[in-house]
């Protein structure tokens, strides 16, 4: 399993980044898929989850309504959509997938700067 | 929202025994919650321990073990090693929220 995050970097607060997670090794469209962020020196912090078929989206109730889960099947990749950023969304992301109720495997992760 | 707690940190002699454990605000922890450790180093990405309570997962070693105590997840780590010294988190699934929620994390010390 090989899970690559991309498309972080720095943007200024009210602005939007999307962010890709590219999964190899594994059946991605038979797999749920997490999305959690870790704001520098802090902990973990789980922000959505998508279903294998995007029939249902989970999220944190600190996102919802600013960020959205997706993926495409055809491309093995997911994404997250973060609009309305806000310095506090400072944040390493991760996606990893979903087996059982838990995280099993985790990309390295993307680094998304929210600064003026 | 659900409130996960863990110890801030905890200091274990190398050889030795140490309980990190994961206790929810609303009340007890029970395996309706699956809980789940993640291990850390500085600069990495979590590594999954344990899940469902006390599956490990491929390749860690026996000295990781989970269950629930009393009224709480907690993660037992027996003949602690020096690069055991890392953060530990654990999680809990929320179902009538369709929601995981993370402790703040444990640091351990091996010294």
């Known amino acids: 399993v090989q899970l690559v995050e991309s498309g972080g970097g720095a943007v200024q607060p009210g602005g939007s980044l999307r962010l890709s997670c590219a999964a190899s090794g594994f059946t991605f469209s038979t797999y749920d898929m997490h999305w959690v962020r870790q704001a520098p020196g802090k902990g973990l912090e789980w922000l959505a989850l998508i279903q294998y078929d995007e029939s249902n989206k989970y999220y944190a109730g600190s996102v919802k309504g600013r960020f959205t889960v997706s993926r495409d099947n055809s491309k093995n990749t997911l994404y997250l959509q973060m609009n309305s950023l806000k310095p506090e969304d400072t944040a390493v992301y991760y996606c990893a997938n979903k087996v059982g109720h838990h995280f099993d495997s985790w990309g390295q992760g993307t680094l998304v700067t929210v600064s003026s | 929202q659900a409130v996960v707690t863990q110890e801030p940190s905890f200091s274990v002699s190398p050889g030795g025994t140490v309980t990190l454990t994961c206790g929810l605000s609303s009340g007890s922890v029970s395996a309706g919650h699956y809980p789940g450790w993640y291990q850390q180093t500085p600069g990495q990405a979590p590594r999954t321990l344990i899940h469902?309570?006390?599956i490990r997962s491929s390749g860690v070693p026996d000295r990781f073990s989970g269950s629930i105590v009393g009224n709480k997840a907690a993660l037992t780590i027996t003949g602690a090693q020096a690069d055991d010294e890392c953060d530990y988190y654990c999680v809990l699934y929320i179902g009538r929220d369709i929601s995981w929620v993370f402790g703040g994390g444990t640091k351990l010390t091996v010294l």
């Open positions: 469902t309570t006390n």
